[in-house]
């Protein structure tokens, strides 16, 4: 995103912002989590705020920020960032590392940082994985949220043969909100009637 962001507080801010599960925060709060000076951070939340990007709302005295799910690009936003940051930027990053990929994705839920529940799947990985460098990544993913990640991985031809047959797992994966970060999402859906 840096190449695409000049500004570092504005990419800091927009991976807050999209990964919170918070709807509002206070500027105090946002300058010591992105690790910033408070007037670079009033500066940009004032210029997302002009683009629209953000609202404020005044609380007690105090200025409440938050992201406004209806903008615009909110949705290549969300993708930016779950690509460039946490277990997506590192799967993505460690691709060659991973075997050969075809299908990665992640659900916008766990980008949220949302609770999941019991049948919620984090991360789907299809191809041909080398799968001590996956847990590898993923562990440390866990370690870093204190939670634990649910992921699956398959090969094209297992994941193929459950999209033929309908299997309610992967038909509740491929219906989920989700974010690809790797492969083709019309190519996957391709003989899938959802």
Do not use: C
Not at 146 to 166: A, G
């Amino acid at each position: 995103m840096e190449e695409l962001f000049v500004s570092r507080v504005r990419v800091k801010l927009l991976e807050l912002f999209l990964t919170t599960q918070e709807p509002l925060l206070h500027v105090r709060e946002i300058v010591r989590r992105v690790k910033e000076e408070i007037n670079a951070v009033r500066r940009e939340l004032l210029r997302m705020e002009k683009y629209g990007l953000v609202t404020s709302e005044w609380r007690a005295n105090r200025r409440l920020y938050h992201f406004r799910r209806d903008y615009i690009f909110y949705p290549q936003l969300l993708g930016l960032v779950a690509k460039s940051t946490g277990l997506g930027g590192a799967i993505i990053r460690n691709r060659g590392r991973l075997g050969k990929i075809k299908y990665a994705m992640i659900s916008t839920r766990y980008v949220h940082h949302a609770p999941a529940g019991a049948d919620d799947v984090d991360l789907l990985v299809v191809g041909q994985i080398i799968l001590p460098e996956l847990q590898a990544l993923v562990a440390d993913e866990q370690a870093k949220r204190e939670t634990e990640i649910n992921y699956s991985f398959m090969d094209e031809p297992e994941f193929q043969f459950r999209v033929k047959r309908r299997d309610p797992f992967i038909l509740r994966v491929l219906t989920q909100p989700k974010i690809m970060l790797l492969g083709d999402e019309e190519e996957m859906l391709k003989g899938v009637a959802i």
